[in-house]
């Protein structure tokens, strides 16, 4: 499982005026589960993929591999 860097992760949210209800939406997931998984308690390749896509981010930088 990857752990999330939340505060980067809001941080570009809030730079580029998307809220995390916006993806939700995208995607069709609640917005809840979209904040589980930036705050790192849920790991979904779509979610995470959509964040990046609407921060204009590589995943490798939002999200860091555990060892």
Partial sequence: MSKANASKIKQLLK???IRQK???AFLG???QFVNQVING???T???MKAIAFF???PIS???LKEE
Wanted: glycine share 0%.
């Fill in 29 to 31: 997931v609640s917005a």
């Fill in 55 to 57: 921060t204009h981010s």
């Fill in 15 to 17: 730079q580029y005026n």
């Fill in 22 to 24: 916006d993806i939700a």
């Fill in 41 to 43: 308690k849920r790991s």
């Fill in 45 to 47: 390749a779509s979610v």
């Fill in 61 to 63: 930088e939002l999200w």
